[in-house]
């Protein structure tokens, strides 16, 4: 039983930074952030199995996705934001093993948070 809460969401001005973290009540070793936008599927943006991360191609370069495993906590920064940005992002985590291929599937994860919104604002 892994219970995820998710923090750090608000309103940024595109091309500035946001950190994302996913606070989990204990260890698992696949964590996952996805986001969704209204009328949209839930796309994967990044994975962590224990040290290795994966990227969606549209936030490589931008995002990074790390771990505090003495906090149980996954963060994802957000750098250079832009409008397609904009979406609920949410926190995954899997205490079976997950594929290479399939770590950025949300079919892959059944722990979910209930998300933390990322708007933009001038």
């Known amino acids: 039983q892994v219970q995820l809460v998710e923090s750090g969401g608000g309103s940024v001005q595109a091309g500035r930074s946001l950190r994302l973290s996913c606070a989990a009540s204990s260890y698992a070793n696949y964590m996952a952030w996805f986001r969704q936008v209204p009328g949209k599927l839930r796309e994967g943006v990044a994975a962590i199995a224990g040290t290795t991360t994966y990227y969606a191609d549209s936030v490589r370069g931008r995002f990074t996705i790390s771990r505090d495993n003495a906090l149980n906590t996954v963060y994802l920064q957000m750098n250079s934001l832009n409008p397609d940005d904009t979406a609920m992002y949410y926190c995954?985590?899997?205490?079976?093993?997950?594929?290479?291929?399939?770590?950025?599937?949300?079919?892959?994860?059944?722990?979910w948070g209930r998300g933390t919104q990322v708007t933009f604002s001038s």
């Open positions: 995954a985590a899997s205490l079976r093993s997950v594929t290479k291929a399939a770590v950025l599937s949300t079919s892959s994860y059944a722990i």
